[in-house]
Nanobody
């Protein structure tokens, strides 16, 4: 069974920083990409940042210059460094991974349980 576990969320002041971590475990042949999504109350889930196995990165426009996604392939872990946080960044942040379980296996998306980030003074 594949499991994604997020950590690092919590309460942070505006202009503050926090780093989220997400570790994927289980029987995994290949990870094609990992990403961070977020969902605020009353809003749909949206992509925040995405990183491929080859290092290609995509960000939501509103977080460019403030957030940085990175990965540690040896640990099957992805990070999201969030700086200059704003109240509108408040949301549940979800980690996802697109991966295959075998060489010939399909590419499947897995999701973590989410971690709350609250930006407030």
């Amino acid at each position: 069974q594949v499991q994604l576990v997020e950590s690092g969320g919590g309460l942070v002041q505006p202009e503050g920083s926090v780093r989220l971590s997400c570790a994927a475990s289980g029987t995994i042949f290949r990870i094609y990409a990992m990403a961070w999504y977020r969902q605020a109350p009353g809003e749909q889930r949206e992509l925040v940042a995405h990183i491929t196995g080859s290092g290609g990165i995509t960000y939501k426009d509103s977080v460019k210059g403030r957030f940085t996604i990175s990965r540690d392939p040896a640990k099957n872990t992805v990070y999201l460094q969030m700086n200059s946080l704003k109240p509108e960044d408040t949301a549940v942040y979800y980690c996802s991974a697109d991966l295959s379980l075998t060489f010939d296996g399909a590419r499947i998306s897995y999701w973590g349980q989410g971690t709350q980030v609250t930006v407030s003074s």
